[in-house]
C-alpha cells in the first residue's frame, strides 16, 4: 500500500487539475465571449454551453493524428511528453493548505523554476522535429521569449525568498503575517507579467499568435498530441498561479473560512486575473516584448532584491520601511515610465 | 536489493547508454536530445546522494540552458552533415585509436580505484540537503571563488557578444 | 526509507504518472480517430507547395546569444537563492558579497544592452 | 546502501565514453557535448565524495556549483568560438581546421 501511495495520489490530483481545467476552458470562453459583448458557448449542453469543453476534448481524440513525412518521427513523438510529465511533477511540490499537501520539499521553489525550464526545450524539440521551417522559427521565438521572462520570474521569486529565509512553498505561506504582496508589490507585479509570458498567454502569445502566424512550434501538431502541448500550458498556469497565490497572496491565510476555501478564491481570483487581462490588452509587439523582458523587468527584478536585502539588513523592523519605499519606487517608476513612453 | 541500489542500477544504465549513444549517434540532433537526457538522469544520481539543491540546479542549468544554448548554435552551423546523418560522417578516421586509448584509460583508472579503501563517513551518506546550511558554508568560507565566478561569468559573456556579433 | 528518499520516490511516482496518462490520452485517441493518410496530408504544412532544402537552414545569431545571458543569468538566480536564506546571519558583509556579485553581472548587462543585443532581430 | 565504489567506477566510465567522444568526434559541436560528458563525470565523483566522506563540510557539493557555473561559461564560449570558426571557414569539422598549423 505505502508503495501504491504515491501513485495513487498522483492520478487523483491529475484528474483534480484536469476537472479544474475543463472549468478553466469554460470560464474562459464565457468570459471572452462576455468582454466581447458576446455570449460565447450557449448550446452545448443547454445551460451556458456547460459541455462546451468537453465537446472539445471529444474533439481532440477524434482527430487524425498527422506525422509529416519529413518529420524526426521519435523526436515528433517524444515532445509533448517533455512538454507534459514536469509540469505534473511540479504537482507534488504545491501544497494547498497546512494540511493538505503531497511532500513538503526543502526546495521546492526551486525545484518549480527548474523544471518549468523543460517547457521551452519541448517547444524547440516539436519545432525542429516537425521538420517545417516556420514551426521551427517559431518554437525559437517560443523558446527566446521563455528565455527572456524566465529570469525575471526567477528574480522576483528570490524577494519573497529573501524574506522568508527559506525555499519550502509551506514555510514561505506559514512566514508571511504580512501579505507579501504589500511588501514586495514590485516583485509581485513583475511575477504576474513573467508569468503571462511563460504561459504564453495573450497579451504575450506572439509566438503562437493564433490570428496570425498560424501556431508557432505546434503547426504540424494535431488531435491528441497538440492538446497535451495546450494541457501542459494548463498546467503550467495551474502551477503558477499557485505559486502566485503562495508566494505573495499569502497562501491559506485568511479570516473565517477554512484555508483550503482561501487558497482556491485567491487561485481563482488569480485566474480571473490571467483571463481579463488576455482579452482586453492588446497583443505587445515583439520589440516591445524583449525591451519589457531584458530592460524592465529584469532590471526592476535586481532594483526588488536590493531595496529587500538593504532594509532586511539595516533596519531593524524593516516591514513598514520595506512596504513603503517600494510602493514609492513602483509609482514614481510607473509614472516616469508613462512620461518616457509617451 | 534495496530500492536505492536498484535506482542506481537503473540511472546508470540510462546515463551510460545515454552517453555512449551520444559519441556513437549520427544524428546530431538525436545527440543533443539524448544529451539532455543524460544530463536529467546525472541530476536524479545527484538526488540519490542526497543532494537536492544541486539536483534542481542541473536540471535548471544542463537540461535547460545549455540544451537551447546547444540547439541554437547547432542550427547556425548549417553543417555539411545533414541532421539524420546523411552526408558526411560526423566521425573522423580515427576510432579504432580513440578507443584503444579511452579502453587503456578505463583500465588504468580501474586498476587504480577497484582496491582503493576510501575513508569512508560511519553511517554515511548523512542527510545534509539544507539549502541553508549550503549557503553558509559558501558565503562564510568560499567567497572569493564566489566573486571570481562572477567575473568569469562576466568575462564569458562579454566574449560571446565580442565573438557572435561580428555579423553586423 | 528516510524523509529525503520518500520526497524522490513520491517525484519519480508523479513523473511515472504523467507519463502514462500522457499515453493513455494517446492510445485513446488511437482507438477513436480515423487513419485516411494521403500523401497530400503528410507534406509539411505550407502555402500549397513542398517548402525548399528542409529546416536545416541558418537562422540569426540573436537566439544564441539570448541563450547565453540567459545562461549566465541562470547561474546567478542558482546562487541568489541559497543566499536569500542566510544573508540575514551574516549581516553586512554577506549584503556587500552580493551587491558585487549582481553588480558585475550587472555590468554584463548593460554592456549587452549597449551593444544591442537584446533587440529582437 | 549503494557503495561509494560503484559511484566512481561509474563515473570513470562515463569519463572514459566522454575521452571516446573527443578524440574520434568530427562536428566540433559534438566534441564539445563530449567535454560535457567529461564535465558531469567529475561532478558525480565529487558529489559522491561529499556525501560519503565529507557530508558535514560538503566540500564536494560547493565545488560542483562552483564547477557547474564555471562549466556554463566554458560551454558559452565554446560554442561562440565554433560559430566564429564556422564564420571563417564555412565548417565546424575539426579536422579541417587547422590553421594554427602554418
Known amino acids: 500500500m505505502a508503495i501504491a501511495l504515491p501513485f495513487l495520489i498522483a492520478l487523483a490530483l491529475v484528474i483534480f487539475v484536469l476537472s479544474n481545467i475543463v472549468f478553466f476552458m469554460w470560464a474562459e470562453f464565457k468570459i471572452s465571449g462576455r468582454v466581447a459583448d458576446r455570449f460565447g458557448p450557449m448550446e452545448t449542453g443547454r445551460w451556458h454551453g456547460w459541455a462546451q469543453p468537453l465537446a472539445d476534448i471529444l474533439k481532440f481524440l477524434n482527430k487524425e493524428d498527422i506525422i509529416p513525412a519529413n518529420a524526426d518521427k521519435l523526436i515528433f513523438r517524444v515532445a509533448p511528453f517533455v512538454g507534459f510529465i514536469p509540469v505534473v511533477m511540479v504537482l507534488a511540490a504545491i501544497p494547498y493548505t497546512n494540511k493538505i499537501f503531497v511532500r513538503d520539499f526543502d526546495i521546492a521553489v526551486f525545484f518549480v523554476i527548474a523544471l518549468s525550464s523543460f517547457t521551452f526545450v519541448s517547444m524547440v524539440m516539436g519545432g525542429w522535429a516537425s521538420g517545417n521551417k516556420y514551426s521551427l522559427l517559431g518554437a525559437f521565438r517560443a523558446a527566446g521569449m521563455l528565455l527572456s521572462y524566465e529570469l525575471p520570474l526567477g528574480l522576483a521569486i528570490a524577494g519573497v525568498v529573501m524574506l522568508s529565509a527559506t525555499l519550502s512553498l509551506i514555510g514561505i505561506v506559514q512566514q508571511q503575517t504580512v501579505w507579501n504582496i504589500v511588501l514586495q508589490p514590485i516583485g509581485f507585479l513583475v511575477f504576474m507579467v513573467a508569468m503571462q509570458a511563460e504561459l504564453q498567454r495573450s497579451p504575450f502569445d506572439l509566438a503562437v499568435a493564433e490570428s496570425e502566424l498560424v501556431a508557432g512550434y505546434s503547426v504540424e501538431y494535431s488531435g491528441m498530441r497538440y492538446a497535451m502541448f495546450q494541457l501542459g500550458e494548463f498546467f503550467g498556469l495551474w502551477a503558477l498561479a499557485s505559486m502566485a497565490v503562495l508566494l505573495f497572496l499569502g497562501g491559506w491565510h485568511g479570516p473565517y473560512l477554512p484555508g483550503i476555501v482561501w487558497f482556491f478564491i485567491k487561485f481563482y481570483g488569480i485566474f480571473l486575473f490571467l483571463a481579463f487581462s488576455r482579452v482586453s490588452v492588446p497583443r505587445v509587439r515583439p520589440d516591445q516584448l524583449m525591451d519589457l523582458g531584458w530592460k524592465i523587468l529584469l532590471p526592476s527584478a535586481l532594483v526588488n532584491i536590493v531595496i529587500t536585502a538593504t532594509l532586511i539588513v539595516l533596519v531593524p523592523h524593516y516591514q513598514v520601511p520595506l512596504a513603503v519605499s517600494e510602493f514609492v519606487i513602483l509609482i514614481a517608476a510607473l509614472y516616469l515610465m508613462r512620461r518616457v513612453l509617451k | 536489493m534495496s530500492g536505492q541500489l536498484l535506482a542506481f542500477w537503473a540511472l546508470s544504465f540510462v546515463i551510460l547508454s545515454g552517453a555512449l549513444y551520444i559519441v556513437m549517434t549520427k544524428n546530431i540532433m538525436h545527440a543533443v536530445f539524448m544529451h539532455l537526457l543524460t544530463m536529467s538522469m546525472i541530476a536524479a544520481v545527484y538526488g540519490l546522494l542526497h543532494a537536492d539543491f544541486m539536483a534542481a540546479m542541473q536540471v535548471l542549468i544542463y537540461a535547460g540552458a545549455v540544451t537551447a544554448m546547444v540547439v541554437f548554435a547547432l542550427m547556425l552551423t548549417k553543417s555539411q552533415s545533414r541532421p539524420d546523418g546523411a552526408g558526411i560522417a560526423v566521425d573522423n578516421q580515427q576510432r579504432g585509436a580513440s578507443f584503444l586509448t579511452a579502453a587503456g584509460f578505463l583500465a588504468v583508472v580501474i586498476y587504480v580505484l577497484v582496491p582503493q579503501k576510501w575513508a569512508v563517513h560511519e553511517a554515511a551518506p548523512v542527510v545534509k540537503s539544507d539549502v541553508a546550511a549550503m549557503g553558509a558554508i559558501i558565503f562564510k568560507s568560499y567567497i572569493l571563488p564566489f566573486e571570481v565566478i562572477s567575473v568569469i561569468l562576466l568575462a564569458a559573456l562579454i566574449g560571446v557578444i565580442v565573438l557572435a556579433r561580428k555579423e553586423d | 526509507m528516510n524523509a529525503g528518499m520518500t520526497n524522490y520516490y513520491y517525484v519519480v511516482a508523479f513523473a511515472i504518472v504523467g507519463g502514462v496518462f500522457g499515453g493513455l490520452l494517446l492510445s485513446v485517441a488511437r482507438m477513436l480517430r480515423p487513419r485516411k493518410i494521403s500523401k497530400t496530408k503528410l507534406e509539411a504544412y505550407e502555402c500549397g507547395m513542398e517548402p525548399f532544402e528542409g529546416n536545416w537552414t541558418q537562422y540569426s545569431a540573436r537566439f544564441y546569444v539570448f541563450a547565453l545571458v540567459f545562461l549566465i543569468f541562470d547561474v546567478e538566480i542558482a546562487f541568489l537563492y541559497p543566499w536569500g536564506t542566510v544573508f540575514r546571519d551574516f549581516g553586512v558583509t554577506s549584503l556587500i558579497e552580493m551587491f558585487v556579485f549582481i553588480g558585475v553581472l550587472l555590468l554584463g548587462l548593460v554592456y549587452a544592452w549597449k551593444k544591442g543585443v537584446l533587440k529582437w532581430l | ?102
Open chain 4, 1 to 102: 546502501m549503494v557503495p561509494l565504489q560503484y559511484y566512481i567506477i561509474m563515473s570513470a566510465i562515463l569519463f572514459t565514453i566522454g575521452i571516446y567522444g573527443v578524440l574520434a568526434r568530427r562536428n566540433a559541436i559534438l566534441v564539445l557535448l563530449s567535454v560535457e560528458i567529461m564535465f558531469n563525470a567529475v561532478n558525480i565523483n565529487f558529489m559522491a565524495f561529499s556525501a560519503y566522506i565529507t557530508p558535514a563540510t560538503m566540500v564536494g557539493q560547493i565545488y560542483t556549483i562552483f564547477a557547474v557555473a564555471s562549466g556554463a561559461a566554458e560551454i558559452g564560449i565554446g560554442l561562440a568560438i565554433i560559430l566564429l570558426i564556422y564564420r571563417g571557414r564555412e565548417t565546424v569539422n575539426v579536422d579541417e581546421v587547422n590553421m594554427l598549423k602554418w
